[in-house]
Every structure is written in structure tokens, then in C-alpha cells.
């Protein structure tokens, strides 16, 4: 038995020396390398992507990584590799070069455009038959979530000279996948009506005509899940899992969307506190633990574990702590859940490079100018996601992402900011209907003008009293500063005979710059420069027809705005105050006009904005003198809708004369649910409130009341351009008041 052991291993020693022996003998000294076949690439790239050289001691396995590597390159539909008498030949059949691809049975460019995105292929490329079927896969895969599940891909191949070929996708589409009906499994707390809402599928009904997410689309449904998670969770249900959801086929076009939930038991704020490190000081987080007294035995919600970590975020940044983190210990007895937010101090991360792209158009510098963080600076995620924030707010990208990364060193970070730009040119008009007649706008406006940031604006308003003409050149980014530059041309002629007893003709030039004085506080410094005519009607007041004649009036502006609103872009918290005083230096009258603009915004609750704004206008003569007629003041359209602008108000006799002082009040509030299935549309409610009173050189004029009135505004973005409409009804007016009910503009983009 010893023996027979002992022969078999001396067997596997002499197999494995032959082998090592046989493996020498066929390994080879290559001193020549020919390439056969090749007819587009070169033989020397074909040598370089082969990795051998002329001299080396080649083996069989050599062979075999030569073959990959060629392979790899997908060039080549076909490789042999051999040696004969020291030569190495590699022959090749290489892949044919697409020339065109042609998609056909796909009429809308935007789906087209879409497609391509998700393909390999593409013209001037190497043909490659497993890229194909790849590429037919991805071209499903879009399709179906676009809610074509039916579709059908046909891939013809046109073979042409010079080893060339066209490809042609021939897509039929068919009908869309429509959600007949969509289910709740487990729910036995919300009614499906409520859960339908916060999904976004939809189930097909006739009406939803402009709706896209009436089809099935896999990508949405895995959304909807989330979107469903977050809702349990924000209202109590902690330990929520959302079991499955399915698409069930119910005909030949159409399926029914299946959720599973499990809600578990419902629990409770307890006992929340904050843990600081030593360091830190109690007393700039008293909000926070105010905060925590109202949370306690309110149902659980993780958007208000989010609130907390972003206040507790701010204040550590407001007061320059250091990087911290909040590390976050749940504890559940019976329905109560207890919470520890511990603040611990982190590493201090620095911002090594901020990188943009896809700016083709728009100037690099008019970007960063909009970063509140820099290079080199510590990395906060505040001011990161403010600076994107501040991106979107210029309105010259369709989209603005931020990305992330580690930098070289251990201690540094990479931000990388992505922009899909998109038209910033407008051209618009509107059109405004009223008991007493109509006005007619048009416009023209470049937002981004030559990639710089510069608007440029021009505008023309005609109704039955005015013609105004405007062009407004306007940098926000001088020399690449914080300074605003601004310089406004106007003329008009206003025919107010009929209504307010004169006419006039203006003519003048504003200049103007604004600058951040400080955090959030910008100063506004300007120059106004204007030539005037007035001609009162004859059969006007004698303390209007005093007014008659020519005037040359200069104005120094001052500009104050304290801006505390949390993001320009999309603002749902916090305030914007606004004043502007208007002081005349070479002035034939003197008029000294004070206007004050406050606006503050609150998220009352999930997806609604409400705004409370407020303005006072107030007009006064230094010399003493009545405030020239087209000096008074009137209540702005915007600020008080169901009436005529400057058709309200004071009368001396047939005429409207305006006031000294106006205010106005409004309210505002989005309604997001009212057309949820119109996409690209908002709608808010609003009431309106406004006043204007005082006549200087005639007191028993000033019949001063407050006017309202409340109403819908609808602002939606059409294929032709964004629409604006407003329907306002009055509710206390005086009976010389004018309404106009109904407003409407309309522009495009370009």
C-alpha cells in the first residue's frame, strides 16, 4: 500500500515536470509581428492594443491574453493569433463602422432626444452586435417608462461599402399602458382617496387628458413607494414597511397598480433633548428645546426630525462652532419615542475645488458669483445647498445639480455643480379687460445676454390712457462683483383728460448700482433725470390748471433691503423688507416720495407657501407746494386686483387725482391640490386690501376707504409660453370705483 502511494505521487511529480517542460519548449521568441485583414485601423495600433513586442518569449497563454486584449478594444468581429517560424501573425476582421443611425415610428423630438441619451451606439462608432441587443433593451426600458409596455423594435442593418453600415430602429409604439384602477393592500387607516393623492400614478379617467402619469411607469411606482413611506412616517407610523408593489395586467392595455402596506402601531413624540459637547453654549439653542416642548406627545414625524437637525445645523454655523454632526438615539417605550440628538464636533472638511459643467452659453464667473462657499473655504452644507439655490434663482437653467466627492487630500472635499442650460430670451404679451376698456402689453427680453448675466429688457404699454415705452439694461454681476449696475430709458404719454383732467409727456434716463452692505443687507444708490409736459384739460379745477407747463425734475434714490428669506429660489420661509426714498435735487417741484415693500413667507403645512405682504407709499413737497399731478401716488394693479389701475380713489370732479399716501395688504396661498393633474400649473387664492388717501391743495376731496377683494390666480406654463390669469371679485368698494375683473399676459420663450 506504501508503494503504490509512493508511485502515484512520483506519477503527478513527473505529469508536472512535463507540463513545465512541454509549456518551455512551445514558448517562443517572436522576431517578426505581421497583422493581416485589417483594413480601417492601423497595424501599428493594432500592435500597441495586442501588447507584444518584436523579442518577446511568447507561450500559449501569451496567446490567449493577445486574443483578449483585441477583443476587448470592440473593434474587431472576428481575431485568429498564431506564431510560424518566429513570426507572430494576428489576423483581424474588423466591425463595420455605423454611419447613420435612423429611428422611425417616434414623431415627438423630445422623446427622440430622450432615447438617444440611453443608447451606446452611435454614428462614427464601431458596430457591435452585443451593444445592439443592449441598446434594444435600454430602448425598452425608456419606452416603458414612458408607458409604452406594448412596444415593438424592429433593427434593420443596411450594409454599405467600405465595411459601413446604416442602422435603422423601426419602433411601433402602440397603446400606452393606462392604470385602470389602483389598489391599497393592508391599509386599514387612510382612505384610499387621501393615499391616491400623495401618490403621483393615477388612475386613466377621460379628463386627465394633459396628465402623463395616468400610464404605468416602473420608475414613477418606485417613487410612489417613498412618497407613501414619508407620508406613514410623518404621520406617526414609525415602524411603516411598504411590502411590495406591482402592476397587475387587467386587459390588453391596461393594469392595476398594487401597494402593500404595513403600518404597525402608531407612535409619539416623548422626551426629546439636545447633548452638547462642553464648549458649546446652552443658551444659543433655547429654540431648539422650545421646539421639543412642542413636539412632545405629538404623533411621530421625520420631517420634524429633519427640522431639528437643520436648526441645530444653522445655529452651530451662525455661531462658527466647528463641524459637528448629530448622531440620533431612538428609544421606544410602549407608543412613546424617546430621542437624543447628540452634537458632536467633526472633522473640519475644506472645500479643495468647486468644478462647473455644461455652461456652454453662460460666462463661469456669472455662476460663482451666485456660490456663497468658495475654495478653500470650510465645507458647509448650508451654504452649499443655498449657493445651488442661488444658481436656480437666476432662471437661465432648465436644471442645477450639486455633487460631492473626496478630494486628493484626506480632509478635503470636490464640488461638482452640473447645469442644463436652457432659453433665457422671452418675448410675452397681456392683456387686461375691464368695464371701462382694455390695455395691450408687449415685450421683448433677453435674461442672459451674451452668457454674462446681463438682462436687457424692452417693453412697450398701451391702453386707452397710456403709451409707455421702457428699455432697462440691468448687470447684477459688475466686474464680476457683488455690485448691480442699472440703466433704464423711458417715454411715454399719458392721456388722462377724460379721467383725471390732464395729460402728459415723459421723458428721462435712470442710473443706477446696489451692493451688500452686509450679510442679507443691500444698499441701493441711483440717479433719475426726467423732462416733463403737462397740459390740464380746460375744463379742470383752477388748482389743476396751475399745474400747466414744462418741468425738468432730478432725484437721488436710496435703496435699503434687508433680504432673510431662506432661498430666492422657491421661497418657503422667511422675509424680504424693502425701502426706497426718492429725494429731488434741481426740481421744479420737490416731490420727497417714501415707499416701504415687506413681505414675509410661512410653510404652513406639507407643499403649501403662504405670503402676507405689505406697502405703504407716501408722497410730500419740501417746498410746500401741491405734489405735481402725475407725481401722486396709486395703488399699484398687482397690489389690489379687481379694479382698474389708477380708477379708484380720490375725484375732483369727473377726475381721478391719485393721493399722498396709499397701503396695501395681501395675502396669499398656494392650492396645490386643485388641478394636481395638470402638470406645470400653480395656482394660489389671495386677498387684497388697499387704501389711498390725502389731496394736498384740497382736503374735502380725500373720501378715503378701504378696498378689497379676493380671488384666484392661475400661472401656467404652456407649449407656447408661461400664462398668467387672475379673476378678482370686489368686495367693499366705493361707487365711483372702476372693476376689472378678469387679467390675463401670455409670452414665450426663445
Same mark, same amino acid.
Given at each position: 500500500m506504501t508503494m503504490l502511494r509512493f508511485i502515484n505521487k512520483f506519477e503527478l511529480i513527473l505529469i508536472f515536470l512535463l507540463f513545465i517542460f512541454t509549456s518551455v519548449l512551445r514558448a517562443e521568441i517572436i522576431n517578426e509581428i505581421n497583422i493581416e485583414g485589417n483594413q480601417r485601423i492601423s497595424t501599428e495600433t493594432i500592435k500597441m492594443f495586442s501588447g507584444v513586442s518584436v523579442k518577446d518569449d511568447l507561450s500559449e497563454n501569451d496567446l490567449n491574453q493577445i486574443l483578449k486584449r483585441l477583443y476587448s478594444t470592440d473593434f474587431f468581429d472576428n481575431v485568429s493569433v498564431k506564431t510560424q517560424n518566429k513570426v507572430l501573425i494576428i489576423t483581424v476582421k474588423e466591425n463595420p463602422i455605423i454611419q447613420n443611425i435612423n429611428y422611425e415610428g417616434i414623431k415627438s423630438s423630445e422623446m427622440l432626444d430622450g432615447l438617444k441619451k440611453n443608447i451606446i451606439l452611435k454614428s462614427r462608432s464601431s458596430f457591435n452586435e452585443i451593444l445592439l441587443e443592449k441598446d434594444r433593451e435600454s430602448i425598452k426600458n425608456f419606452l416603458k417608462n414612458k408607458g409604452y409596455y406594448f412596444s415593438k423594435i424592429e433593427i434593420l442593418i443596411d450594409e454599405l461599402?467600405?465595411?459601413?453600415?446604416?442602422?435603422t430602429y423601426n419602433i411601433s409604439l402602440g397603446e400606452k399602458a393606462k392604470i385602470r384602477k389602483i389598489t391599497f393592500i393592508g391599509n386599514k387607516i387612510f382612505k384610499d382617496k387621501k393615499l391616491k393623492s400623495v401618490i403621483l400614478s393615477e388612475e386613466h379617467k377621460p379628463w386627465k387628458f394633459l396628465s402623463g402619469k395616468k400610464y404605468l411607469n416602473e420608475s414613477l411606482i418606485n417613487y410612489d413607494e417613498r412618497l407613501l413611506k414619508n407620508y406613514y412616517l410623518n404621520k406617526g407610523y414609525y415602524n411603516v414597511v411598504i411590502n411590495s408593489s406591482f402592476a397587475k395586467m387587467?386587459?390588453?392595455?391596461?393594469?392595476?397598480?398594487?401597494?402593500?402596506?404595513?403600518?404597525?402601531?402608531?407612535?409619539f413624540f416623548g422626551n426629546l433633548n439636545i447633548d452638547l459637547p462642553n464648549d458649546f453654549s446652552k443658551t444659543n439653542y433655547e429654540d431648539v428645546e422650545k421646539f421639543f416642548k412642542k413636539l412632545e406627545n405629538e404623533p411621530y414625524s421625520i420631517n420634524r426630525i429633519e427640522d431639528i437637525v437643520e436648526k441645530i445645523e444653522t445655529i452651530t454655523i451662525n455661531e462658527q462652532y466647528?463641524?459637528?454632526?448629530?448622531?440620533i438615539k431612538e428609544n421606544i417605550i410602549n407608543d412613546k419615542i424617546n430621542i437624543n440628538f447628540k452634537i458632536e464636533e467633526t472633522e473640519k472638511f475644506f472645500v479643495e475645488r468647486i468644478n462647473i459643467f455644461g455652461n456652454n452659453i453662460t460666462l463661469e464667473s456669472v455662476i460663482r458669483n451666485q456660490l456663497e462657499i468658495d475654495e478653500g473655504d470650510p465645507?458647509?452644507? /448650508?451654504?452649499?445647498?443655498?449657493?445651488?439655490?442661488?444658481?436656480?434663482?437666476?432662471?437661465? @437653467? +432648465?436644471?442645477? &445639480?450639486?455633487?460631492? *466627492?473626496?478630494?486628493n487630500e484626506f480632509n478635503t472635499k470636490i464640488i461638482n455643480i452640473n447645469i442644463t442650460e436652457k432659453a433665457t430670451g422671452? /418675448?410675452?404679451?397681456?392683456?387686461?379687460?375691464?368695464?371701462?376698456?382694455?390695455?395691450?402689453? @408687449? +415685450?421683448?427680453? &433677453?435674461?442672459?445676454? *451674451?452668457?454674462r448675466g446681463i438682462n436687457v429688457d424692452s417693453n412697450l404699454n398701451v391702453s386707452e390712457e397710456k403709451i409707455k415705452g421702457k428699455f432697462i439694461v440691468s448687470n447684477p454681476n459688475y466686474k464680476n462683483s457683488d455690485k448691480r449696475i442699472d440703466l433704464a430709458l423711458e417715454a411715454s404719454s399719458v392721456d388722462r383728460l377724460g379721467t383725471s383732467g390732464y395729460k402728459s409727456n415723459v421723458s428721462g434716463f435712470t442710473i443706477g448700482t446696489q451692493f451688500e452692505y452686509l450679510d442679507d443687507f443691500r444698499f441701493g444708490l441711483s440717479s433719475k433725470n426726467i423732462i416733463e409736459k403737462i397740459e390740464v384739460d380746460g375744463s379742470a379745477s383752477a388748482k389743476q390748471k396751475k399745474q400747466d407747463g414744462n418741468y425738468f425734475d432730478s432725484f437721488i434714490g436710496l435703496d435699503f433691503i434687508y433680504d432673510k428669506r431662506n432661498q430666492r429660489y422657491q421661497t418657503t420661509s422667511g422675509f424680504l423688507s424693502d425701502y426706497n426714498l426718492n429725494l429731488p435735487i434741481l426740481s421744479d417741484t420737490n416731490t420727497l416720495t417714501n415707499v416701504y415693500n415687506y413681505k414675509v413667507f410661512k410653510e404652513l403645512y406639507e407643499n403649501n407657501v403662504s405670503s402676507l405682504s405689505f406697502l405703504f407709499k407716501a408722497a410730500s413737497s419740501l417746498s410746500g407746494d401741491d405734489i405735481k399731478l402725475s407725481e401722486r401716488m396709486y395703488i399699484p394693479g398687482r397690489k389690489l386686483r379687481g379694479f382698474e389701475t389708477g380708477k379708484i380713489g380720490p375725484k375732483d370732479g369727473s377726475d381721478f387725482i391719485?393721493?399722498?399716501?396709499?397701503?396695501?395688504?395681501?395675502?396669499?396661498?398656494s392650492v396645490p391640490k386643485i388641478l394636481e393633474n395638470v402638470q406645470n400649473v400653480d395656482i394660489v387664492m389671495f386677498a387684497d386690501a388697499a387704501n389711498i388717501w390725502g389731496v394736498d391743495y384740497d382736503s374735502s376731496l380725500d373720501k378715503s376707504g378701504i378696498r378689497s377683494s379676493v380671488g384666484l390666480g392661475l400661472d401656467w406654463l404652456t407649449p407656447v409660453g408661461p400664462l398668467t390669469f387672475s379673476f378678482a371679485k370686489p368686495i367693499t368698494k366705493e361707487s365711483t370705483d372702476i372693476e376689472e375683473t378678469f387679467r390675463f399676459n401670455i409670452g414665450t420663450s426663445f
Open positions: 461599402e467600405d465595411n459601413k453600415i446604416n442602422l387587467t386587459d390588453k392595455e391596461s393594469f392595476e397598480l398594487i401597494f402593500n402596506i404595513e403600518a404597525n402601531s402608531k407612535l466647528e463641524s459637528i454632526k448629530a448622531n465645507f458647509n452644507q /448650508i451654504l452649499y445647498s443655498k449657493s445651488l439655490n442661488n444658481i436656480k434663482a437666476l432662471n437661465f @437653467f +432648465g436644471s442645477v &445639480e450639486g455633487e460631492i *466627492l473626496d478630494g422671452e /418675448i410675452f404679451a397681456g392683456i387686461g379687460t375691464g368695464t371701462e376698456g382694455s390695455s395691450f402689453s @408687449f +415685450g421683448v427680453k &433677453e435674461n442672459n445676454y *451674451l452668457g391719485g393721493g399722498n399716501y396709499v397701503s396695501a395688504i395681501n395675502a396669499t396661498t
